[in-house]
Structure formats: C-alpha cells, structure tokens
C-alpha cells in the first residue's frame, strides 16, 4: 500500500508526503484521538505523522475503497519489523501464523486495525515480519498459508454454529 515509502530505498513508514499510512485512517476515534496521540505518545515522532485530515492520503483512499467494493471478511496486512502476529477485530484471533506468535500491539487512532477491525467489523490479522526488505523462505510462507486457512475454517466454523442458535 506505500510504495513511496518501499522504493525510498529504506523501506520507511511515510508515504512522499510524510504520511504514516497507517494512522490515516478514518476510525472513529481519530478527529478526537489522533492529534494528542502523536503529540503525547510519540513525541511528534514524524514517522508517526497521522496527516493533516483522516483519509487525507490517495493511498488510504484508494484502499478504503477497495474494502469498501470487495467487502471482505478478514483483512491481511503484511508489516515489519516487529516479528510477531497482531490482530484487530471482533472474532477470535489466531494464536499464530507460521512462526508468528500472537502479542496484540493495540490499535492507534487511524490505523487499519482501529478502522476496520473495530468500526467496520472486519478482522484485521497483521503479520509482523521480521524485515521489510527480506521475504520469508517458501516454506515458512507454506506454513504461514496453511496455519491461515486453518484458522479462517475454523472461524467460519464458529460463525456457522452461533448463526444456527
């Protein structure tokens, strides 16, 4: 979704404009919530920078739009460098993903987990790789893939017996 921030030669957060994509999403919380977050928690930490409006960014844009036309039932997010599996959302979440264990960092006024995984009702699973410039090894992408599908059957498993009560 940044392909400013992928091609920049760093893999940074901010799209051209300084934007960190992910605090610039339209969650409820983010007029009254975003400005003091990035002030208070981050030390106006600019690759934190949330934008001067929520959905200011085309990227943010252009994705609020796609969940919007597809309508998903799960988000998956890939991100780095924390090596680990966040979740945001209203289901269960999976206890892990290939080798990435679930340790829940939060959600944040504007991130994709805050707008979508809790305003809209999508699960958001986020897999925190260990690098952004190093892709796993197929297997663990196998084995990411399989512990995946797992989790959605079991999910939807879950969803089908609540609807039958």
Request: glycine residues 8%; negative net charge; aromatic residues 8%.
């Amino acid at each position: 979704m940044n392909p400013d921030g992928l091609l920049d030669g760093q893999a940074v957060r901010q799209n051209a404009s300084g934007v960190d994509l992910n605090r610039n999403f339209p969650s409820q919380d983010w007029e009254a919530a975003a400005i003091e977050y990035w002030r208070i928690n981050t030390g106006e930490n600019p690759r934190r920078y949330h934008g001067e409006a929520a959905a200011s960014e085309p990227e943010v844009r252009w994705m609020i739009e796609q969940i919007e036309k597809f309508d998903p039932e799960v988000i998956v997010s890939v991100h780095a460098p924390y090596h680990l599996l966040d979740f945001g959302g209203p289901s269960q979440a999976p206890d892990k993903i290939g080798d990435l264990y679930l340790h829940q960092l939060g959600v944040y006024p504007g991130s994709l987990g805050n707008y979508a995984g809790l305003d809209l009702g999508i699960p958001v699973v986020t897999l925190e790789l260990p690098s952004a410039g190093i892709m796993p090894s197929i297997e663990q992408i196998e084995t990411m893939w399989i512990d995946m599908v797992a989790w959605l059957n079991t999910r939807s498993q879950s969803e089908q017996q609540a609807a039958a009560l």
